[in-house]
């Protein structure tokens, strides 16, 4: 009979779990009423409290190791919390977020405690037995795995499950703790350093994905390029919608080649085939041609805009919903003024 575990970890605050995880509760859950199985939570808080009190109506087994030590995100402490966390919990089936701060250690988690790993999970299944859907080949073919050996450890893609919502228990994290042999620990977190420029672009939560091509860059009908009003229209834009900025890599390569470039844009904000796949209800992509390379990128994206001045463009073919055939200059200062009035 399978067992279940969500290893869960608390935000920079401390003690709430990140949304990421919740999604993680929430997969749980789904798996264990399935299967009929006994579902536990392992929760990695610095206050376990706040985080245990949340999950507590969804009805698991709870445990916790908490303290100072696990306030910061460091491959030694998080693994041997884990680690501590799967052995008391003695789980068949280990479902974990894929964030950067379990992503690093649960490999060597699941090899401590003799079990396999599958990463980049969008979705757990069951009939006879328990079937983990992932995607390969940047997003083009999507596969089912099912395993034998135990434990087995799933890290799930962030966007792929509801956030568990339930109304707040009173958890009593004393009689929940676990208690963890730390090794030596040689690192600590002094502050982060972040990629971007500026304002924060990339927001994964966002409803919308806005995405930026080269076109906004390139001669216009004028005859001039517009590098600086492109700018001032897309963080507009980003600014009154809260979308998120992705680009194609056409774009983003400028800033190697020394021409005009839009001085927020990194390679992380480049979707597609060499760049990230994001989850968002909705994209709309202007100045770009939509080839296929850049659109394996949008697999997650619900609905699909695009804004182009080419009627041939790859949006066009069959790749979006609705392509607007316009100068996104002229468009995105409509919809900037529009949302100004909103
Ligand atoms: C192995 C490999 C991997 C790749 N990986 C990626 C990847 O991960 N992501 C990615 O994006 N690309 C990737 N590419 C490149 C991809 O094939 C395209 O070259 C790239 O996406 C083109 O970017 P673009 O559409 O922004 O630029 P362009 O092809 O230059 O298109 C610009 C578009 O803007 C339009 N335009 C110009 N002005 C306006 C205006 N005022 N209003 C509206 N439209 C306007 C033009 O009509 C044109 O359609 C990859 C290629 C290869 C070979």
Redesign the pocket.
Known sequence: MESILVLTHADESGSALTRHSLEAVTAGKELAARLGAPLMIGIVAKHANHAASAVLNAGPRLLAVQGEAFAQARFASDRAACEALCRAAQATIVVAPQGSRFARVMAAVAHRIGGVIDTHITAIGSTDSVEATRWFYRQRIEAVITRTARPWFLLLDSGTHEPYCGEEGNAQVDEIAIAVELPALRTEVTGFRAPQQGAQTIRPDAKLLFVA???WT?K?PDGEVHVEEAGKLILGFLRASGASLGS????VDQGGEGASVLPFLTHLN??????ATPRHAKGLS??????E??VV?WRFIGERRA????AN?GWTRGKADVVYIA???QVMAKVNELLAKS
């Open positions: 091509g080269a076109g390139k216009q194609s890599k056409s774009l480049q979707v597609g085939q060499t760049g202007t100045c770009c041609h939509g080839e390379p850049h990128g804004i182009s001045l080419d463009c100068d996104a200059f």
